[in-house]
């Protein structure tokens, strides 16, 4: 038997793009659906397009920036 393999895939159309960050705060359900899917073992992959005036076309593969999706409170109101 094979094992099926799994993939998220993002294509940033901005040719200038070095890498690929989830906008958390504006969709917190994709972000919790994107991180359930990567811990159950999906692979994500990101690539940058190649703009001209002739059309658009898969690039590059960029980095994926996978943050902290609960990052700590900032310490900047607790002072003593």
């Not at 094992?3 to 040719?15: C, E, K, Y």
């Not at 359930?36 to 590059?60: F, K, L, P, Q, W």
């Not at 996978?66 to 700590?72: G, I, N, R, V």
């Amino acid at each position: 038997m094979t094992a099926a393999v799994q993939a998220t895939r993002s294509l940033i159309q901005i040719g200038s793009a070095r890498r690929f960050k989830l906008a958390r705060d504006i969709d917190p359900a994709y972000g919790a659906a994107f991180d359930a899917a990567r811990a159950m073992g999906v692979e994500a992959i990101a690539y940058r397009c190649g703009i001209s005036c002739e059309g658009i076309e898969v690039a590059e593969p960029v980095s994926i920036e996978e943050s902290d999706p609960y990052p700590p409170a900032s310490s900047a109101h607790s002072r003593a």
